[in-house]
């Protein structure tokens, strides 16, 4: 190598996770600044990049994880060491069970100290701890490899089943130097890092034969499906086939939920009715009840329903995960999908109508129903009678982003908030956690520049509240709606002693979380009628400010454990 001309030049570890970083198209740090990445914070922002600082790193973690699915590059998400890496942890492990790229970055103290517990600031074997609760982990410990550790960590996050991924940079990393040269050549853009997986023909022709034969076909589109943005031929292939189709929820919106071939007001009845099932980046896990059931149409909770799958998956070993899969199809969305589209000609029959009229009829009953039920008024507002509302206004605001969370306030937006644009819909995914909201908010916001709405259980509200500073601070168009009944699932609990102490699952009543987002500089209102939600969701399409609705809803109106009762052993026993 020629050092003599390039010798002054030096650079250091700061400036060369930066610009691996960089060199690979990533714009954007979620974060939250501390011992030793500090200055890794106030220099990416020297060099362009967006810097965006959170008060807890779980909700950091969340952006970066809902960044990821949005755009099919990592996100990235930085922390200090030990405390802070294990508030992100819960957010990396939540992405990679999710199939979300991103990558935690967390700052650790010596490798020296730690291995010989010998008690250094924040001690902690980050890399070890990490390792089981993600898709993969990589430590660098010298300079000259940072190139490689970023390179194979997007890899990592990216190729075939996305997920999270670790990077474990110690406090000394930051401080190494080197030639700025042999720097800049130690780095790696990373080519090709989502490889198409192109299936194989005789699996494409298994799986055509079999949905050939079909008399009730369904597709089921899941998250996997949104995430690879096949978006045109998975409408062309429901479209030409003429299978009715079930959006799982943050699939809703791939077609518009008001599609007529949507299934969705009529799931309890497709399910068990079914003879093919093709799952399109979906797993059969329990927001499937595993396929098996009454849900399914099996004789016991525990029976098969009788079922035949067709399941488009990237990963190879998700088939048969709990009931037998007649025809797995292996690779990347996009490629399947185009695979059977091209072998679905002008003559390929439709469903029968004894199927697709059945559906149609049970969907337009239920769909009546839920009119009815929206077009109440009752005072205090409902779960129903408040969503009605946003349902009205998402539908003016098609291109907004609407994130959901809650027990209640997530499974009655799921089913009346109809979505008509993919990746539009935002929501706790596949573990069903709480604390997700102003996390995937921000981030909305940050990389799609539209309206965010939120649309919050009080509960679920308060795990993520604190954030509202940071939508304020980097004054993001992003409008909370808080389902405020006064509690975890309602607010009308009672202590079993008769004690002085509210019950476990009762908050302050009436409190005025409007008031939070006001104590940021943002528009906080109060909404006790659907006539004034309206009102103040439309204000804040129009201010585009930051906004906290405080909508009172009838104590009374929440369900225990919403729609997934029958797996909380205490509601399941009282009813
Ligand atoms: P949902 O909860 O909406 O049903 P899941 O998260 O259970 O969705 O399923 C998503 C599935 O999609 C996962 O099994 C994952 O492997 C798969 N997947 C993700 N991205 C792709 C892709 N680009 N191509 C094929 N399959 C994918
Ligand atoms: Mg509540």
Redesign the pocket.
């Known amino acids: 190598m020629t050092t003599e001309a390039t010798s002054a030049e030096m650079t250091d570890g700061f400036h060369l996770v930066i610009d691996a970083l960089k060199l690979n198209g990533i714009d954007t740090i979620f974060g939250l600044p501390g011992i030793p990445i500090t200055d890794l914070t106030r220099m990416a922002q020297g060099e362009g990049m967006r810097v965006i600082s959170f008060r807890h790193e779980q909700h950091a973690g969340n952006a970066a994880a809902a960044a990821g699915f949005l755009t099919q590059k990592p996100g990235i998400c930085l922390t200090v060491s030990a405390p802070g890496f294990l508030n992100g942890l819960t957010a990396l492990s939540n992405a990679t069970?999710?199939?979300f790229p991103m990558i935690l970055i967390s700052g650790s103290s010596e490798r020296e100290i730690v291995d010989l517990q010998q008690g250094d600031y924040e001690e902690m074997d980050q890399l070890a701890i990490a390792k089981p609760l993600c898709k993969a982990a990589f430590r660098v410990l010298n300079a000259e490899d940072i190139g490689v550790g970023v390179a194979r960590a997007i890899r990592a996050a990216l190729s075939?089943?996305?997920g999270g991924v670790y990077l474990d940079l110690p406090a000394k990393l930051f401080a190494q130097t080197m030639d700025a040269a042999a720097g800049k050549a130690s780095l790696i853009k990373v080519v090709d890092a989502?490889p198409r997986?192109i299936p194989a023909p005789d699996a494409v022709k298994r799986a055509l034969d079999l949905l050939k034969g079909a008399k009730k076909p369904l597709i089921?589109?899941?998250?996997?499906?949104?995430?690879?943005?096949?978006d045109a031929d998975i409408r062309a292939l429901i479209e030409k086939t003429g299978i009715p189709y079930l959006?799982?929820?943050?699939?809703k919106g791939i077609l518009p939920d008001t599609h007529e071939q949507s299934a969705s007001a009529a799931r309890s009845f497709v399910l068990p009715e079914a003879d093919v099932v093709v799952?399109?980046?979906?797993?059969?896990?329990w927001?499937?009840s595993h396929g098996k059931g009454k849900t399914w149409g099996g004789k016991d909770h525990k029976a098969w329903g009788g079922q035949k799958y067709i399941q488009?998956?990237?990963?190879p070993q998700?088939a048969d995960s709990n009931v037998a899969t007649d025809a797995p199809l292996v690779?990347?969305?996009?490629?399947?999908v185009s695979a059977l589209l091209a072998g679905i000609g002008s003559d390929w029959a439709k469903p029968p109508v004894e199927w697709t009229g059945a559906v149609a009829e049970r969907k337009n009953k239920n769909v009546a129903k839920m009119a009815e039920t929206l077009a109440k008024d009752p005072s205090p507002m409902n779960f129903q009678s408040a969503l009605a509302v946003v349902r009205d206004i998402i539908k003016d605001n098609p291109e907004a982003i609407l994130v959901n969370e809650g027990a209640n306030a997530l499974d009655f937006t799921r089913s009346i908030v109809d979505m008509y644009l993919p990746r539009k819909r935002l929501d706790v995914?596949?573990w069903g956690i709480m604390g997700i909201g102003m996390g995937f908010s921000v981030a909305a916001a940050v990389v799609t520049g539209k309206q965010v709405f939120a649309v919050e259980g009080d509960s679920a509200f308060g795990f993520s509240g604190m954030e509202v500073e940071t939508i304020c601070r980097y004054n993001l168009p992003v409008c909370v709606v808080v389902m405020n009944n006064n509690g975890v699932y309602r607010g009308t609990d009672v202590n079993q002693s008769g004690g002085k102490d509210v019950a476990p699952t009762v908050f302050v009543k009436g409190a005025r979380y409007d008031m939070m987002m006001q104590a940021f500089g943002g528009v906080g209102v109060q909404a006790a009628t659907p006539a004034e939600l309206r009102a103040a969701m439309v204000e804040a399409v129009k201010s585009g400010k930051p906004t906290l609705i405080n909508a009172i809803i009838d104590e009374t109106a929440g369900t225990e454990s919403g729609r997934i009762t029958s797996l909380n052993p205490s509601a399941a026993k009282k009813k």
């Not at 799952?279 to 896990?285: F, K, V």
């Open positions: 069970v999710n199939c075939g089943r996305p989502a997986q089921l589109l899941g998250k996997g499906a949104a995430y690879a943005q096949a959006p799982m929820s943050m699939a799952l399109i980046g979906a797993r059969l896990n927001l499937l488009i998956d990237i990963s998700e690779g990347d969305i996009g490629s399947c995914g596949t």
